[in-house]
């Protein structure tokens, strides 16, 4: 039988619902932490040196993180203890964050979280992942804290916060717009198709009615998603996209302020001279004079 220690984390309270562990095994022997974790919680853990595994069902399964890998943890259905292994010399972090807390991260609407919905419920995700050097720069920060110790607990909401966005970060051509977590997969799908088709007939946008029936979603789950997803609803998302659009057409200078409002969907200039103002504060006009 190999020499294992029994041994605690480090553990730090960054908010209500958001806890940061660690633990640094500097000796020659294996050590083992236990702790229960409530089913509301996802777990996140990074393996920043060395080695360790998790032991699920007392034994009858278990789970590695090699060095500068993660694993993230999330079963609503059952209690996922933490029963982890930490090989000699090595270094493992994890964020322990409620589901409600971290919906509430990427929607304004933290009291409605669609993948515990009936048709959902029942999912659990288990995901492995890199540690990219913008992590590792963070994990390492936290690992060797080394300042005042009054200041421990701001400092480790700072970084636990960033580490979470550095984890959802992803390159701009990368096929995931969203939190992994808040809308179904196959509703992705048709939520972006609803986008491309807004955008596509921006001068003569459909209707809600028509836009959910195009795409095959219900008004309510073409609301709610295309929020989650894009921040904003439908009609607001597509007016700053016009805005967007109408200015870049203005500084390209081929086009007259009429012109614009045209392309753009509004039949009177007088309209879209409104619009613009609302959303830039100046006028066509004005803002073109100002590019001078």
């Known amino acids: 039988m ?20 660690s633990h640094k095994n500097e000796e020659s022997i294996s050590k083992s932490i236990e702790k ?7 777990q996140f853990h990074f393996c920043v040196k060395g080695a360790c595994r998790f032991i699920f069902n007392d034994g009858r399964y278990t789970l590695d993180i ?23 010399n090595s270094w493992i972090v994890s964020l322990l964050i409620s ?24 999912k659990k995700y288990y995901k492995d992942g890199t540690i990219s050097p913008s992590m590792a720069i963070v994990l390492n920060q936290l690992i060797n804290f080394n300042l ?12 636990g916060y960033e580490l979470l966005s550095l984890y959802f970060n992803r390159s701009e051509d990368a096929d995931i717009e969203q939190c ?33 029936d195009e795409i095959g979603l219900n008004i309510k789950k073409l609301k709610e998603g295309f929020k989650q997803i894009y921040g904003d609803s439908v009609f607001s998302f597509l007016f700053d ?21 045209l392309k753009v969907g509004y039949s ?25």
């Not at 190999?2 to 562990?21: M, R, W």
Request: hydrophobic share 40%; glycine share 4%.
């Open 2 to 21: 190999e020499n294992v220690a029994k041994s605690t984390f480090d553990e730090t309270l960054i908010d209500n619902g958001f806890i940061i562990l």
């Open 36 to 42: 229960e974790i409530n089913s509301d919680f996802i």
């Open 66 to 88: 090699q060095e500068e890998n993660s694993l993230l943890l999330y079963n609503p259905q059952r209690e996922l203890p933490i029963n982890l292994q930490i090989d000699a």
């Open 99 to 122: 589901i409600k807390k971290f919906h509430g991260l990427f929607s304004q609407e933290a009291g409605y979280i669609t993948f515990l919905s009936d048709e959902n419920k029942d």
């Open 148 to 159: 005042n110790s009054s200041i421990k607990p701001l400092y480790f909401k700072g970084k």
């Open 180 to 212: 992994p977590f808040l809308v179904d997969e196959a509703n992705v799908i048709k939520i972006r198709k609803a986008k491309d088709i807004v955008i596509s007939r921006m001068a003569e946008p459909p209707s809600l009615q028509e836009l959910a």
């Open 241 to 261: 996209y016009k805005m967007e659009v109408a200015r870049k057409l203005l500084e390209s200078g081929e086009h007259n302020v009429n012109e614009v409002g």
């Open 268 to 292: 009177t200039s007088s309209h879209f001279i409104a619009a613009f103002k609302k959303k830039y504060g100046t006028t066509p006009k004005k803002y073109i004079m100002s590019l001078g």
